[in-house]
């Protein structure tokens, strides 16, 4: 008798804890089957389709009071958004100043966080006089896998075209102007006395003239992203020259602001519920439904350009390092579902160290190469920045040149060196650099509904880049453990 009641109270219990989830599964399937209907066969009333809708609505609203996440919170917001757009249009439009609200608070974040992720980057991890060969090693590997990364971005979403036949025209408030390829009134002058064949020299000169800042407290302000890298740049190798003695309070001071930044970010992201729904309202509300097209598009786009990336890049350079393949994995894969799990690369760095080294790589190599990896060596990251760069341009109609895409990808070649290793701080890189081309925020702000999801394959492939940089640059170096590595097994 007692064993039956036991198991009573168990099950009430079990159910008691699985209503949140059994409550919302029935009300949103209901609701699908009711909107299949209504598709195929027509004769159900706008009123029980409304009804059904907003009782999904309220179901979801309790389960996300359960869960008490803030993942959970921004893809309900999506939801929500995206219903009050199609059912009270009039009232979604007026949310707009909600998402511009969030979108200037991310902004903030742009010039302290790129100014101290990048002097923190050069100075604190790279002394030239110790590290030596690994320092160029490491930075060419990573520099030619961010580029492919980025390349590999560009050519997936300009065969996708995701973004191409989102209908922009009639949404008030919003200026489309092809700024990349904006030049100025002296500019004008001086190529009106140049023959057209040297346009495009004077073009590109003119951008890399434009790069370089003449006050940085000007370049912040105005969010100008290369003149505030270049400017960090040179301020980390000059810092990183001098002594330690000199040196050790500013690299101090520059750790101290990355990781306040980091945590800023953090505060700001729980806005994002409301930046996002009112994002999703607003769009929905301007363009109905059809937009959610080419975000799933995006997403697939997305996924399918990091698996060219991983089968097509790094696993010919793990063959041809000779990385056992299989023991490899099992080294990574612990690391890689915590990055999956959390989109964070920082909450899966411990692991990284602990099982690179049980791997075969050295632990100097480890420590030097994974954390510079962190900032320079963002691969996931880089591809995604290309790719949702161009999809912006296209949902605005904005017919960019090969040319003019190029230039964008040289601006995420270098900017994207100093996104932080935390969930969403691409998007900040993504907004200052479409930004700086005249690409409009509006749509970012709804690609940001979607950006959990791309998130966490993007950082499961920075991971798994920076994991196999410490093995090819220990390989380089002549210092890996090839037996170690033949022998790995997971035992944590």
Known sequence: MCKHLINLTRSVCFMKYKIHVTIPFIAITLTAILVGIEYLFGGIAKEILFTARWLSILSLVFYCWKRRSLTTWIIFSIVLGAVTGYDFPDFAKSLHPLSQGFIKLVKTIVGPILFSTLVYGIAGHSDLKQVGRMA?????????????????GLFAINVTQAGKGIDMSHVPNIELPDKASAISASDAIELEGLSTDVHWLFKTLAFFRDAFPENIIKSIHENKVLQIVVFAVLFGIGLALIEE?????????MESLAETMFKYTKIVMYFAPFGVGAAMAYTIGHMGLDILSNLIMLLLTLYGALIIFLLGVLLPVALYMKVPIRQFISAIKEPVSIAFATTSSDAALPLVMSHMEKFGVPRKVVSFVVPTGYSFNLDGTTLYLSLASIFVAQ????????????????????TSKGVAAVPRASLIILIATADQFGLPLFVIAAILGIDELMDMA??????IGNCLASVVVAKWEDEFDQEKALNYVDND
């Not at 160029?136 to 590999?152: D, G, N, P, R």
């Not at 003695?245 to 001071?253: E, F, G, S, T, Y």
């Not at 949902?395 to 964008?408: C, K, P």
């Open 395 to 414: 949902a605005a109609g904005m017919d960019l040149s090969i040319g003019q895409q190029l230039l964008i990808c040289l601006t995420l070649m270098i």
């Open 245 to 253: 003695k000199k040196r050790k309070p500013l690299v101090d001071l």
């Open 136 to 152: 160029w090693k490491s930075m060419l590997y990573f520099y030619v896998a961010t580029t492919l990364a980025l390349f590999i």
């Open 458 to 463: 993007r950082t499961s492939v920075n991971v």
